[in-house]
Each structure stands twice: as C-alpha cells, then as structure tokens.
C-alpha cells in the first residue's frame, strides 16, 4: 500500500488539474462575460453631433520643465453631452488653460516625444480636467496642433 500512495497522489492531482481545465474551458465558450457585467455599447455620432459636442482651445504657449524648450499646441475636447459642452465653455479660460499650463510645465520634452507621448499627455489631461468639471465630463482629447521648440 505504501507503495501505491505516491501514484494514487499523482493520479488524483491529475484528475483535479484536468477537471479544473475542462471547468474554465466551459466558462469562456460561453458567453464570455462574468455574470452580471453590462455589454459596453458605443454610439457613432454623426459630424454634426461631434462638432456640437467639441470644444477647442487653440495657441496655448509655454515653457517645458526644461526652460530651453517651448511648445506650442491646440486640443480639442469632445464632451458626453451639449450641457457640458456649455459648462466645459464657460470654464475653459480660467480653469482648464491653466490646468494644461501647469501639466506641460511640468513635463520635459522627452515625454512628448512621439505618439506614445502625446497620447500620454492627453490621457492625463483627460483626467485632470474631468476632475474639475462641475458636471458631465470629457471623453477625448485630441491634439490639434502640436510644435515642440528649442529656444
């Protein structure tokens, strides 16, 4: 009997490894989702909504954290709906330009350094500004106009 227990051991954690496989296999052919999360559905707007929805702000200038360096660029904030578009508006002057004033101050010209950087640039400033959004919020920001400078 001593004998036998080593291979009656490994014949079981077999069967449990194999059992446990076939379980999750299961679980993923199915639907997919855990139980009760929500289908993400995305909406295509047309131009016109886009642009009802889409505030710019353009020229904005200023050092780099390395003070040999300007940069020079423009975005465009698209809301979730037209209300926030108005409150974004109203606000944009005096909280979001200095809020993308002090982020790019804070950055030296390596962040921005391509694709990776600048989508890094406009996900934080996603973040940072749906933060100081009375209501609704900002779903993207693109780059408009985007010119990085030795002085």
Do not use: H
């Not at 014949?11 to 490894?17: D, H, K, P, R, S």
């Amino acid at each position: 009997m001593k004998r036998m227990m080593p291979w009656m051991i490994t014949l079981l954690l077999a069967l449990t490894l194999i059992a446990l496989v076939v379980i999750m296999m299961i679980n993923t052919n199915g639907k997919g989702n855990a139980p009760g999360a929500q289908q993400v559905q995305t909406v295509r707007l047309s131009a016109d909504e886009i642009v009802e929805m889409t505030s710019t702000m353009t020229d904005i200038k200023t050092n780099l954290a390395d003070r040999n360096y300007i940069v020079l660029t423009g975005f465009a904030f698209q809301m979730d709906t037209k209300k926030t578009k108005e409150q974004f508006d109203k606000i944009k002057d005096v909280r979001i330009k200095p809020l993308i004033l002090r982020t790019l101050a804070d950055m030296k010209p390596e962040d921005l350094q391509g694709m990776k950087g600048q989508d890094q640039l406009c996900a934080k400033l996603l973040e940072l500004i749906n933060k100081q959004l009375p209501e609704g919020k900002v779903v993207q920001v693109d780059l408009t106009d985007f010119i990085l400078s030795p002085i």
